[in-house]
Each structure stands twice: as C-alpha cells, then as structure tokens.
C-alpha cells in the first residue's frame, strides 16, 4: 500500500512543495532508523522524513488513532486535522482545496 501511494505523493509534493502553506512530511515506524533512510534514497523522496521507532512503541500512531501505514493526514497551521484516511488522486484535489486552489 505505502508504494502504490508514493507516486500520488510525490506528484503532490511536486504540485505545492515550493508553497509556503505547505509542509510534507513522513514518519516512520520501522524498526530500524536504516530502513526508512534507505526507502527514502531509494524512491527519491524530497519532502522531510522523520522516524517514530518501533509502532508498538511509539505515542504519534496511538494518538492519532493510526491503526494501518500509510496514514494520510492533512492538517492545517493551527494544528487541525482536516481530513484522514487519504488515498489516490484524490488527496492533490483535497490538498488543493486547503490550500484555496
């Protein structure tokens, strides 16, 4: 599932990385600090990534209520959670809409 995501989420950070609304971000929650590095450099990802540790041990998945990777968030400046559960082409029109586009 995180690979057949990844190219509607490079194409979305291609589309409004350069925004100064917008910030992307990936957390990881292998178990391995190496792991995520190496996915990043292999697949090319631009945007800021950052790691969780282990998912039976980390606070952010049991806050956020993430019970299955990915997990497609976007929140607005404030800290609001605008809208969950993203996935396909549909996230760049719903990215767009917070954006005023």
Same mark, same amino acid.
């Given at each position: 599932?995180?690979?057949?995501?990844? +190219?509607?989420? /490079?194409?979305?950070? %291609?589309?409004?990385?350069?925004?100064? +609304?917008?910030?992307?971000?990936?957390?990881?929650? #292998?178990? #391995?600090?190496? $792991?995520? /590095?190496?996915?990043? +450099?292999?697949?090319?990802?631009? @945007? =800021?990534?950052?790691?969780?540790?282990? @998912?039976?041990? #980390? #606070?952010? =998945?049991?806050?956020?209520?993430?019970?299955?990777?990915? $997990?497609?968030? &976007?929140? %607005?400046?404030?800290?609001?959670? &605008?809208?969950? %559960? &993203?996935?396909?082409?549909?996230?760049?029109?719903?990215?767009? $809409?917070? &954006?005023? /586009?």
């Amino acid at each position: 599932m995180i690979k057949a995501e990844m +190219r509607n989420l /490079k194409e979305i950070f %291609d589309a409004f990385g350069n925004e100064e +609304r917008f910030a992307m971000i990936s957390l990881s929650v #292998d178990a #391995d600090p190496a $792991a995520p /590095k190496k996915y990043g +450099r292999d697949e090319g990802i631009a @945007w =800021t990534q950052g790691f969780l540790g282990e @998912w039976s041990k #980390d #606070d952010v =998945t049991k806050k956020y209520g993430v019970f299955g990777i990915p $997990a497609i968030f &976007l929140i %607005d400046p404030e800290g609001n959670i &605008l809208a969950t %559960d &993203l996935r396909g082409a549909h996230m760049k029109e719903v990215v767009a $809409a917070g &954006l005023g /586009k």
